[in-house]
């Protein structure tokens, strides 16, 4: 039986909440706000559970459907696990704020939108390479037992023809194939990094990289630099064992990285001797075409850089295909972790990834064009809707970093309490910091959009 973990009591919530009624709003979303904060200052831990509403209600002197909603949204928001029998928890540190729309635990009845993630739909050009696809393309592989510790041959093959063309000289032997980027980076860190050891990140960050770095069970010390100047580590700090870097469009800001941030990073690396992981999820999803970065391979000692990708982004969210680069014995070590996770990585999906690289890309000049033109449109939406908002223009990335010159959790707590699911800064944070920021999509219609940000939350 799981440890129950600590229980608060109604008091210590009570004293701990401070003047909670002030908040502009319901008194639910101003409780759930309240609460989100407490969790995000980490003044409220995981495994902590809160207490009975029941008791709540009467400690605060409000109706018990006011707490019960309060809870709810905390719930949908991800801020606290809902179980029967066990009441609510705390939920870990940096686990990503969301949940599945069609999630019954969500805590809400109806889900108008989901802008809390940025994962894209499939474009024209992918769906016509699966419409293509021949049953002959899977044959051979169904007269085997399916497992590849390393990935399909074909496929390795492919990414590494791919990497080559578009800059990165590599072969098959460099490619573990994964479960997508995600998986690929919780494989690397869980691999490499040691128990107490010190991993830096930018910051704000990939609040995936967040998720993995607190929940691989190795007690890791996160550090942040900040995103836009990585000679910090040149400058006398503590040296980090890992350096978590995305190299090509930053994630939230959608910014695009210099060759200078760049050559600075692989500097201090080659003189330090860490290891960096190199994310290039974004790599094709650059808006203008003049611009090419290369990425960090011929600038880091190559015992010193593994690189992540993935065909998510190019192709479908719900093609969960990615890969890490590196020298084969660091391939070799990270494969062995991977096959007490999952075995091997579906062979259907790499199949499917294998004929989607042979047109790649003309499918990345058609996702690069769609979402140049969605991140205009939804600057517009955005300044058009909400003149006070402060948006930085994307120059790449399926995202919109917007500074709302308010309380994020605020606001998020509030859509939420609506049914619109909103990512606000602190979950991008290793600091918790960015607390007047929120990360938009922007591949829904500008109509749409301009509907749920003219809503009155």
């Given at each position: 039986?799981?440890?129950?973990?600590?229980?608060?009591?109604?008091?210590?919530?009570a004293s701990m909440l401070g003047t909670w009624r002030s908040h502009d709003g319901t008194l639910s979303i101003g409780l759930a706000t309240a609460i989100a904060h407490l969790v995000e200052s980490g003044e409220l831990r995981s495994g902590v559970r809160l207490p009975a509403?029941?008791?709540?209600?009467?400690?605060?002197?409000?109706?018990?459907?006011?707490?019960?909603?309060?809870?709810?949204?905390?719930?949908?928001g991800g801020y606290v696990t809902a179980e029967v029998g066990?009441?609510?928890?705390?939920?870990?540190?940096?686990?990503?704020?969301?949940?599945?729309?069609?999630?019954?635990?969500?805590?809400?009845s109806s889900v108008v939108a989901d802008l809390s993630t940025q994962s894209l739909p499939a474009g024209g050009t992918f769906v016509d390479v699966l419409e293509r696809m021949r049953s002959n393309s899977l044959r051979p592989y169904l007269e085997t037992d399916g497992h590849n510790a390393f990935g399909l041959?074909?496929?390795?093959?492919?990414?590494?023809?791919?990497?080559?063309?578009?800059?990165?000289?590599?072969?098959?032997?460099?490619?573990?194939?994964?479960?997508?980027?995600?998986?690929?980076?919780w494989l690397t860190v869980f691999a490499l990094a040691e128990t107490g050891d010190t991993i830096m990140v930018e910051d704000p960050t990939y609040r995936g990289i967040l998720a993995v770095l607190a929940g691989c069970g190795r007690d890791l010390r996160v550090d942040a630099l900040p995103w836009s100047d990585y000679t910090l580590t040149r400058r006398g700090r503590h040296g980090p064992a890992m350096v978590y870097a995305q190299s090509s469009v930053h994630s939230p800001t959608g910014l695009v990285r210099s060759e200078e941030m760049l050559l600075d990073l692989a500097e201090s690396a080659n003189r330090q001797g860490f290891l960096v992981i190199e994310d290039r999820s974004t790599a094709d999803l650059i808006f203008d075409p003049e611009i090419q970065t290369s990425g960090l391979a011929g600038h880091i000692a190559p015992d010193k850089l593994l690189t992540v990708g993935t065909l998510s982004k190019l192709f479908?969210?719900?093609?969960?295909?990615?890969?890490?680069?590196?020298?084969?014995?660091?391939?070799?070590?990270?494969?062995?972790?991977?096959?007490?996770?999952?075995?091997?990585?579906?062979?259907?999906?790499q199949v499917v990834a294998s004929e989607a690289l042979l047109g790649a890309r003309?499918?990345?000049?058609?996702?690069?064009?769609?979402?140049?033109?969605?991140?205009?449109?939804?600057?517009?939406v955005v300044r058009r809707c909400r003149p006070e908002w402060n948006p930085l223009p994307p120059e790449g990335g399926s995202g919109l970093w917007v500074d709302i010159h308010s309380d994020a959790i605020d606001y998020a707590m509030a859509a939420q309490a609506s049914g619109i699911r909103i990512a606000a800064g602190p979950a991008f944070s290793a600091t918790r910091g960015f607390d007047t920021h929120i990360r938009l999509p922007i591949w829904h219609p500008a109509d749409d959009l301009a509907e749920l940000l003219s809503s009155p939350v």
């Open positions: 039986m799981r440890d129950p973990g600590p229980q608060l009591s109604a008091r210590e919530l509403q029941r008791v709540l209600a009467a400690e605060l002197e409000v109706a018990r459907g006011t707490v019960t909603t309060a809870y709810e949204i905390l719930a949908g066990r009441g609510s928890t705390v939920s870990p540190p940096n686990k990503p704020r969301l949940r599945p729309l069609d999630d019954p635990g969500s805590g809400l041959a074909a496929l390795r093959n492919a990414v590494a023809r791919y990497l080559t063309v578009g800059g990165t000289p590599t072969v098959p032997e460099q490619i573990l194939i994964t479960a997508g980027a995600q998986q690929a980076l479908w969210g719900g093609l969960r295909v990615g890969w890490i680069r590196g020298e084969p014995a660091m391939i070799a070590r990270v494969a062995d972790v991977k096959q007490t996770i999952d075995v091997t990585t579906s062979v259907l999906d003309a499918i990345a000049e058609e996702r690069r064009r769609s979402l140049m033109d969605h991140a205009a449109a939804t600057v517009g």
